[in-house]
């Protein structure tokens, strides 16, 4: 059996022929292997192969191939129908693989030099026509080799396509140059569709609050993403706003508590503090306690806990508000009210009588202000000098302002009476 190997390249640009005889049959092969560039042989591994050959009137033989072992080459056996008509035979391999992908190749044609063996007649020497016969066949393979067409046959003599042909699109089934596959084409998602409201269109940039996240503005803000310091602690300014509200407890050993004053009773001489942060609720979260002697405590109670505020006797007295001036200025008898600002918050006030030397403690009611004070004017007698104060009161407005004084003798009369103004009026409590 005469085998022909073929190299043949996908593209079909190039023509390779393999030469037959009429009336052959199984007596000549073609071992084919396709590329598609040099040197990269295509797999024909678990394909089917098959060998399209149109002869010159037209008619259509297939011939099924072998794949060989290697997978690399597929062996085509002529048949005795596929060289029944002499002439140019155009031919076409058709590879179908499993996923069926259907590959098909032009660029080989069989040429089938006429031989009518048939009709010869037996001569004495009966191998003289065979041997005749057998050296033309060597003849017109090698003549074939020598040329590339050497008869000069023509594309349209023998059926074929011509060398400039360029299939379309429809005639090799595959798609035009302006075609545009849809998503539902090529299994893709439509531009439509939306993350988060973002069509697909165009690059996507989620934001923390897409993914419920905390952005970086938030860092290290109250009711954020909480950071550490240097220490690797909180820092105040991050903790929660309740955590900032402090209150303090006070409780002796008998187990008497005291919000409002530092009294402990006569039977304790010991008491306790506690600090602690409290919830808006009112629930303490945590506590520190404290013992002291109260001999020695320094926690000041505020005044508006009946306590004075402060830790020293000039402090206090100031934060009580004794000795502040309330009022100063010219305030003759006769003359219209004043106005003492404060003093709806004493009981009892300094009046300064002016240009006497005489200061007068008066006691605050509800619509007046009175007092009275006294000198001994002469050491070794009994000889007194009386000075008075009064004045109607309508909250902190005082108007009818009388000052008089007179002198008093023992067992005697008294002196006519003087009349002062008032140059300034201070609170004591």
């Not at 005889?21 to 797999?43: F, H, N």
């Not at 031989?115 to 026509?129: G, I």
């Not at 020598?146 to 005639?171: F, I, L, S, Y």
């Amino acid at each position: 059996m005469i085998t022909h190997v073929v190299c043949l390249s996908v593209d079909g640009k190039e023509k390779i022929t393999i030469p037959a005889v009429q009336g052959e049959s199984q007596g000549r092969s073609i071992r084919v292997s396709l590329y598609q560039k040099p040197g990269e042989t295509l797999s024909l591994e678990k394909a089917a192969v098959n060998l399209y050959i149109q002869k010159p009137s037209g008619l259509l033989v297939m011939l099924a191939g072998e794949v060989e072992d290697s997978g690399k080459e597929a062996l085509f056996t002529l048949t005795r129908e596929s060289c029944s008509e002499a002439g140019y035979c155009r031919c076409f391999i058709q590879v179908v693989y499993e996923d069926q992908k259907d590959l098909r190749v032009n660029g080989l044609e069989l040429f089938v030099l006429p031989c009518q063996l048939d009709e010869a007649v037996e001569s004495s020497e009966e191998f003289t026509a065979l041997e005749r016969a057998l050296a033309q066949v060597v003849l017109y393979e090698t003549h074939v080799k020598d040329e590339e067409n050497p008869h000069k046959t023509t594309a349209e003599q023998v059926g074929a396509r011509p060398e400039n042909w360029m299939p379309t699109a429809d005639e090799v089934g595959a798609r035009p140059v302006t075609w545009s596959p849809t998503p539902d084409e090529i299994g893709a998602v439509p531009n439509t569709r939306t993350i988060n409201g973002r069509p697909l269109s165009a690059n996507i940039i989620l934001t923390p609050a897409d993914v419920n996240a905390v952005s970086q503005a938030e860092k290290a803000q109250p009711g954020g993403l909480a950071t550490l310091d240097g220490t690797g602690k909180l820092t105040y300014s991050q903790l929660p706003a309740f955590q900032s509200t402090i209150k303090v407890y006070r409780q002796n050993s008998g187990g008497e508590t005291y919000n409002a004053d530092f009294a402990v009773g006569a039977s304790y001489s010991d008491m306790c503090a506690y600090v602690g942060l409290i919830s808006p609720e009112g629930e303490a979260v945590n506590s520190l306690q404290l013992w002291e002697d109260r001999t020695t405590m320094t926690i000041p109670l505020a005044v508006s806990s009946g306590g004075t505020g402060a830790n020293t006797a000039a402090n206090a007295r100031s934060n009580l508000g004794m000795g502040k001036l309330l009022w100063s200025g010219s305030w003759a008898a006769g003359a219209g009210p004043i106005t003492v600002t404060g003093l709806s918050s004493y009981s009892v006030v300094l009046v300064y009588l002016s240009g006497s030397g005489y200061i007068l403690s008066c006691t605050v009611s509800s619509q007046r202000v009175r007092g009275m004070t006294c000198t001994d004017n002469d050491a070794t007698s009994d000889n007194l000098y009386i000075v008075g104060f009064e004045a109607d009161r309508s909250g902190d407005t005082l108007s009818n302002g009388r000052a008089v004084g007179f002198s008093h003798v023992a067992g005697g009369n008294h002196a006519s009476a003087g009349t002062f103004g008032v140059s300034a009026i201070y609170g004591i409590c």
